[in-house]
């Protein structure tokens, strides 16, 4: 038994040091800079800075609109959000669509437990449903948003 137990421990040791690596790698591949502030991390552009829009959210967030045709009635734009910034409460009259496109974030509706978001990740909010969506505490977040 204490032979499976001391086993056990130095495999938990090295793991720990992987992930570590792993974790040191993350954080000099997020030191690559899109725009002097915010790290690469989705092939989608940054945009600017959310100005226009700061009153509703928690922290900092860069917009970039990446549909121009106004008759398609088909806005889809990139949101960058800093680390722990996330929007207010809100809802849509026409829904909306989230696509995660980077890094790691939470997407909650109102009385439902919060749902994290990964690059990939789909979230499809019905008309008129309040909710929130931003970056984990710790980690940028970028997602695509259609209304």
């Known amino acids: 038994m204490k032979k499976n137990l001391l086993t056990l421990l130095i ?3 090295i ?3 992987c992930n570590n690596s792993n974790q040191e790698k ?3 591949d997020m030191k690559t800079e899109t725009n002097g502030e915010v790290p690469k991390i989705s092939d989608f552009p940054v945009g ?5 829009y700061a009153q509703y959210f928690s922290g900092r ?3 970039a609109p990446l549909t121009k045709m106004s008759e398609l009635n088909v806005p889809m734009s990139n949101v960058t959000f800093e680390p722990g910034c996330r929007n207010n409460w809100h809802s849509h009259t026409g829904g909306q669509l989230l696509v995660a496109v980077g890094g790691i974030g939470y997407y909650q509706e109102r009385g439902k437990a919060a ?3 990964t690059p990939g990740d789909i979230i499809e909010i019905a008309p008129n449903i309040e909710h929130w969506h931003g970056a984990a505490p ?4 970028s997602h695509l948003a259609i209304v």
């Open 61 to 63: 967030s860069w917009l």
């Open 48 to 52: 600017d800075p959310n100005t226009a």
């Open 115 to 117: 749902v994290r978001m």
């Open 138 to 141: 710790d980690e940028w977040f």
């Open 15 to 17: 793991l720990s040091g």
């Open 26 to 28: 993350k954080t000099e």
């Open 11 to 13: 495999l938990v040791v």
